[in-house]
């Protein structure tokens, strides 16, 4: 890297890192005070509510590394320009788009951060938050927690379970479907009442049976029975599995989510507010290098530097970021956009912004 190169990127990380810590402090204080009666209530000690936090804080980094990104943006490109550094740059022969460069490339490093901290901190330490709040705050043990809605997984041979519900503690799902696709054509699917484990087979009360096959003419042919009682014994699977399955879509990573969608469209059920999810998860730690494409150009521009500048455009630069990214989730959640669009809105309205802010720009 060039001398200048590491002057200006060193000042962006700089205040990358003071940004963040400021940023940080201010929502976990926020929650702590919103939230002392609940620990005291509950005689919750200093040790468990700072493991309770410390797990909780991918989750406040995933909003706050954008807008560290904007504000170290405006603050170390603004104080460049008013002290005309930008300017005897310029003058020196180096563009505008030049002096940005090390900026860009910093920001593309912090996006690929915050993926990560989406992929491999954030799910576990979300659970173990979890786990941290049933058992040391509320007391109460996990297995106590015996019911799961909606639940889907993937089994083996091809197999896909869903159930409305499933209770832990008995080993049993209610309202359950079951289906075999082969090469992602459905051969079997089993709709019951009941379906209770009872070592080592499954058995299936109340429901009906079909079961898919091609004949001679490449048609399809359907056998249908109804049935009291139907013991399955290819069903290779045990209860563990659905407990583990359980999981929120903010508790999954890129591949258990993407798994998760398939097999809940296999079944036929729509998906579109967990693929927003999905889109989401690539899309918004992407951001952090978006809003810096929206704001160096902002922030190069002359007469518009300083503390009190950088702290009022990043508020409502960021409160109209995160408006546009809401209302692009609530149309891609009742399918009045295609989910990849909705996920992606507040991406493509500001970087195509920033690229017009960015070409207009006094090189």
């Known amino acids: 890297m060039r001398i200048l190169d590491r002057y200006i990127a060193d000042r962006f990380l700089k205040s990358f890192l003071i940004s963040m810590g400021v940023l940080i402090v201010v929502p976990v204080l926020v929650d702590v005070i919103e939230h002392v009666d609940y620990f005291v209530d509950r005689g919750a000690n200093l040790t468990t509510v700072v493991r309770y936090y410390f797990f909780y804080l991918p989750y406040f980094l995933t909003f706050t590394i954008p807008v560290a990104c904007l504000l170290s943006t405006l603050f170390s490109l603004g104080i460049?320009?008013?002290?005309?550094?930008?300017?005897?740059?310029?003058?020196?022969?180096?563009?505008?788009?030049?002096?940005?460069?090390?900026v860009f490339g910093a920001a593309i490093l912090i996006s690929v951060l915050a993926f990560l901290n989406e992929e491999e901190l954030k799910p576990p330490f979300l659970e173990e938050r979890s786990r941290i709040k049933q058992e040391e705050i509320e007391k109460y043990k996990r297995q106590e927690t015996t019911r799961f809605y909606n639940l889907f997984a993937q089994?083996?041979?091809?197999?896909?379970?869903?159930?409305?519900?499933?209770?832990?503690?008995?080993?049993?799902?209610?309202?359950?479907?079951?289906?075999?696709?082969?090469?992602?054509?459905?051969?079997?699917?089993?709709e019951a009442d009941k379906m209770n484990w009872q070592p080592p087979v499954w058995?299936?009360?109340?429901?009906?049976?079909?079961?898919?096959?091609?004949?001679?003419?490449?048609?399809?042919?359907?056998?249908?029975?109804?049935?009291?009682?139907?013991?399955?014994f290819d069903l290779r699977v045990k209860p563990e599995l659905f407990i583990r399955k359980a999981k929120h879509p903010d508790q999954m990573n890129f591949k258990e989510l993407y798994g998760y969608i398939r097999s809940k469209s296999k079944s036929g059920v729509e998906v579109s507010k967990e693929l927003v999810q999905l889109h989401m998860k690539i899309a918004?730690?992407?951001?952090?290098?978006?809003?810096?494409?929206?704001?160096?150009?902002?922030?190069?521009?002359?007469?518009?530097?300083?503390?009190?500048?950088?702290?009022?455009?990043?508020?409502?630069?960021?409160?109209?970021?995160?408006?546009?990214?809401?209302?692009?989730?609530?149309?891609?959640?009742?399918?009045?956009?295609?989910?990849?669009?909705?996920?992606?809105?507040?991406?493509?309205?500001?970087?195509?912004?920033?690229?017009?802010?960015?070409?207009?720009?006094?090189?």
Do not use: C
């Open 80 to 102: 460049l320009n008013k002290n005309n550094e930008i300017t005897a740059m310029k003058a020196s022969g180096t563009s505008l788009y030049r002096v940005f460069i090390p």
């Open 284 to 363: 918004f730690p992407l951001a952090s290098f978006i809003i810096v494409l929206f704001g160096a150009p902002i922030a190069s521009t002359p007469r518009r530097s300083g503390l009190a500048f950088s702290f009022g455009a990043t508020l409502i630069i960021s409160f109209v970021y995160y408006v546009l990214l809401k209302f692009g989730q609530s149309l891609g959640y009742n399918e009045k956009l295609p989910p990849a669009l909705a996920a992606w809105m507040g991406n493509i309205v500001f970087g195509v912004l920033g690229l017009i802010i960015l070409f207009r720009s006094r090189k």
């Open 203 to 232: 058995v299936l009360e109340n429901g009906r049976y079909r079961v898919f096959t091609d004949d001679t003419l490449s048609s399809r042919a359907e056998q249908f029975e109804s049935f009291k009682r139907l013991v399955k």
């Open 155 to 190: 089994g083996e041979n091809g197999w896909i379970y869903h159930f409305n519900v499933f209770d832990s503690q008995e080993n049993t799902g209610y309202q359950a479907l079951l289906q075999r696709f082969e090469s992602n054509e459905l051969r079997e699917q089993i």
